[in-house]
Nanobody
């Protein structure tokens, strides 16, 4: 069984930065994909960024150049550094892991609010 716990959300002004951290417990394969989705009220959950076991990354077009995803396989963590935040980045952010042997797991979500 895998459990994911996110932290680091909060309220920030436009142009500010936040760092989200997701800590995974349980058996995580080093080849698993880890990443972040977000969901704003009234919208579908969308992929923000993901990092594959080999270290390559994908980003949503709307966050490219502003967000950076990283992972620490020894600690089973995946981070999302968010810079130059905009009001449209406001959402609940969810981390996930795709474990080859046992499927996808989700965190409980953390709220990010960008507002002046």
């Amino acid at each position: 069984q895998v459990q994911l716990v996110e932290s680091g959300g909060g309220l920030v002004q436009p142009g500010g930065s936040l760092r989200l951290v997701c800590a995974a417990s349980g058996s995580i394969s080093s080849i698993s994909t880890m990443g972040w989705y977000r969901q704003a009220p009234g919208t579908q959950r969308e992929l923000v960024a993901r990092i594959f076991g080999g270290g390559s990354t994908n980003y949503a077009y709307s966050v490219k150049g502003r967000f950076t995803i990283s992972r620490d396989n020894a600690k089973n963590t995946v981070d999302l550094q968010m810079n130059s935040l905009k009001p449209e980045d406001t959402a609940v952010y969810y981390c996930y892991v795709d474990n080859p042997s046992s499927g996808r797991y989700w965190g409980q979500g953390t709220q990010v609010t960008v507002s002046s």
